[in-house]
Nanobody
Framework: QVQLVESGGGLVQAGDSLRLSCTAS????????VGWFRQAPGKEREFVAA????????HYADSVKGRFTISRDNAKNTVYLQMNSLKFEDTAVYYC?????????????????WGQGTQVTVSS
């Protein structure tokens, strides 16, 4: 069982930056692909970004391309989501999730483990 803990959320203004972290409880975390999802009030959880176990491949939702960057430090069991040029519509609870398959990046059903989420609020 891999436990994931997100951190780094907060209240920022439009145009600001935030870096989210997702830290795992297991050293085997380096074997997992990791995705970031978000859920705004009244909306379904949606895919944001994902990378493979090494961090050498990344995939992004069109809505965040060019603004968000996913990266990882396997020595620290941590995956990061750098969010720049934040917009009001980025406001949501952000979740990280882990999967072993390294495919189906935007498909929530392939992710085996989920964190509890961290709130990101962007004021306009």
């Amino acid at each position: 069982q891999v436990q994931l803990v997100e951190s780094g959320g907060g209240l920022v203004q439009a145009g600001d930056s935030l870096r989210l972290s997702c830290t795992a409880s297991e050293r085997s975390f380096s074997s997992y692909a990791v995705g970031w999802f978000r859920q705004a009030p009244g909306k379904e959880r949606e895919f944001v970004a994902a990378n493979n176990w090494s961090g050498g491949y990344a995939h992004y939702a069109d809505s965040v391309k060019g603004r968000f960057t996913i990266s990882r430090d396997n020595a620290k069991n941590t995956v990061y989501l750098q969010m720049n040029s934040l917009k009001f519509e980025d406001t949501a609870v952000y979740y990280c999730a882990a999967q072993l398959y390294g495919s189906g990046w935007s498909d929530r059903s392939v992710y085996m483990y989920w964190g509890q989420g961290t709130q990101v609020t962007v004021s306009s």
